[in-house]
C-alpha cells in the first residue's frame, strides 16, 4: 500500500509563491512516475506536472509553463512542487498521485489547499 501525504498549502497574495511537498511511504519509490494535479471548485481535475521515475523527463500543463517546477529525491521518497507568480486562477486543491505507468496514477493523496488572493 501507498501512502501519499503532501503539505504546503495555505493563502498567498498573486505573483507569490509556496513550495508544495509530498511524501511517500513506500520503499520502491524510484519505481513510480508521479504527478501533481489540482482540482478547483466547479472544475474538473487537471494534471498540473508529471516527473518521471529518474526525475529526468517531467511534464507541465501550458497553463503552469515557466511558473512551476517539479523535482524529486528518491533518496529521502520525497516530491516537490515549486510554485511562482502564483495567479487567483491557481486556487484549488493539489493532489500528489503516483503509478507504474505514465499516465495511470493508482495511489492519491489527500491533498492540500492552495488559494491565492488578487
Known amino acids: 500500500q501507498v501512502q501519499l501525504v503532501e503539505s504546503g498549502g495555505g493563502l498567498v497574495q498573486a505573483g507569490g509563491s509556496l513550495r508544495l511537498p509530498c511524501v511517500a511511504s513506500?520503499?520502491?519509490?524510484?519505481?513510480?512516475?508521479i504527478a501533481w494535479f489540482r482540482q478547483a471548485l466547479g472544475k474538473e481535475r487537471e494534471i498540473v506536472a508529471g516527473?518521471?521515475?529518474?526525475?529526468?523527463?517531467?511534464y507541465y500543463a501550458d497553463s503552469v509553463k515557466r511558473r512551476f517546477a517539479i523535482s524529486r529525491d528518491n533518496t529521502i521518497n520525497m516530491v516537490y512542487l515549486q510554485m511562482n507568480s502564483l495567479k487567483p486562477d491557481d486556487t484549488a486543491l493539489y493532489c500528489c498521485?503516483?503509478?507504474?505507468?505514465?499516465?495511470?496514477?493508482?495511489?492519491w493523496g489527500q491533498g492540500t489547499q492552495v488559494t491565492v488572493s488578487s
Open positions: 498521485a503516483a503509478g507504474s505507468n505514465v499516465g495511470v496514477y493508482t495511489y
Open positions: 513506500v520503499p520502491t519509490f524510484r519505481g513510480f512516475t
Open positions: 516527473i518521471g521515475r529518474l526525475g529526468i523527463s517531467r
